[in-house]
Structures are given as structure tokens and as C-alpha cells.
């Protein structure tokens, strides 16, 4: 074999090496992301979870008015290898990600059974109950599957986040509690 063949062979491994042979997608902030990398869950992964959060709540360590504190997820995900070992849920992304995702749609449930005119709950099925032309009219970006879907953790993630959510209402706004200061109106409970 003459040595340009060899180098020419070289330079075809060296190519070969480097070249990517999984087409990346650019996910958020134009950081690449392998091609199919989303994980589905499934309801035996979304009940060990939802029932980590329930054990997590109770402890105070962990607990706040609106959630958990920070690092939570690092105690949820060492619950969970406990309870589902060799199954590989990593805090990031793979909890977080679901947390925030069950999260938005309980909020979604939620903000329907508060405000919605024509919503109601099936507590047998679980589910939303409603027309379509309410459910069309309904504009919440991740309630678009929840209609006639169902959602068993709903019961549990009111007893995890509670009914009452931030939500604006009855909020008071700077202005509101420098008038109040003004005014004399402001509760002292001091005495």
C-alpha cells in the first residue's frame, strides 16, 4: 500500500470520527439536543412520583406555604430510586420537567373549576366535565387535552399545592399600601 493511499484512508477515518451520525435538533438557547431524547412516563412512574410529593409534604423540613423548598427534587428523586431502582429518573431534567408539566395542568384544572362558567368535575372518572363549545372557548394553553381526559392525581395534588393559587386576586399593589399608610387604615397587629 503507497503512503498516499494510507493517508488518503486516514483522513476518511478522521472525517468518519468526527461527524455526528445522530442528527441534533437545537433545543432552547441553541443548545443541541439528540434527535428523540423525550422521555413519556408512565402512570406507574407518575403515581411513584405523585406519591413522593405527597410523603415529602408532610415531612417540615421540605415544606412550604406554596410547595417545597429548594433541593426537593434531589430528596424526590432518591425517594424514587428507593421505590422504582434501575429506572434512571434523574432530578434534572426528567422530574423537574414532569412536576412542571403536572403542575400546569392541575393549575389549568384549577383555574377552570374556579372561574369557568359551565366546567364541572367528574369525581368517578376524574375528569373535566364539560361541553365542547365551553371547552373551545376556554383559551388556557394546557388545557387543551384535559377535556373528558383523565386526571387521577388531582385529589393528591390538592392536598401537595392546596385549592387557593396565586392568582392576582385581591392583591394589593404598592400604591394600595402607601394610600392605607395615609389613610391610618392599616391593621397593627402588635397589640
Known amino acids: 500500500m503507497d503512503r498516499s493511499a494510507s493517508q488518503s484512508h486516514e483522513s ?3 472525517i ?12 432552547r438557547k441553541g443548545k443541541a439536543k439528540a434527535k428523540g431524547s423525550k422521555r413519556l412516563w408512565t402512570k406507574k412512574e407518575d403515581a411513584v412520583l405523585v406519591e413522593c410529593l405527597l410523603e415529602l409534604k408532610e415531612q417540615p423540613l421540605w415544606r412550604t406555604e406554596w410547595g417545597f423548598k429548594c433541593g426537593y427534587l434531589a430528596k424526590v428523586e432518591k425517594m424514587m430510586w428507593e421505590k422504582l431502582p434501575h429506572y434512571g429518573l434523574k432530578a434534572q431534567p426528567h422530574i423537574n420537567s414532569r412536576v412542571k408539566m403536572l403542575r400546569r395542568q392541575y393549575n389549568a384544572i384549577s383555574e377552570m373549576l374556579e372561574k369557568g362558567s359551565g366546567f364541572g368535575w367528574n369525581d368517578e372518572e376524574k375528569c373535566i366535565t364539560c361541553t365542547k363549545d365551553v371547552f373551545d372557548e376556554w383559551s388556557h394553553p394546557f388545557a387543551r387535552a384535559l377535556r373528558h381526559k383523565p386526571w387521577v ?7 401537595i399545592y392546596g385549592k387557593n393559587r396565586a392568582n392576582g386576586a385581591g392583591a394589593e399593589t404598592a400604591a394600595d399600601a ?3 399608610l395615609d389613610n391610618g387604615s392599616v391593621d397593627n397587629n402588635d397589640e
Open 153 to 159: 392525581h388531582y385529589d393528591s395534588f390538592v392536598a
Open 16 to 27: 468518519s470520527m468526527h461527524d455526528d451520525p445522530v442528527p441534533k435538533k437545537k433545543g
Open 12 to 14: 476518511d477515518r478522521s
Open 178 to 180: 402607601v394610600e392605607d
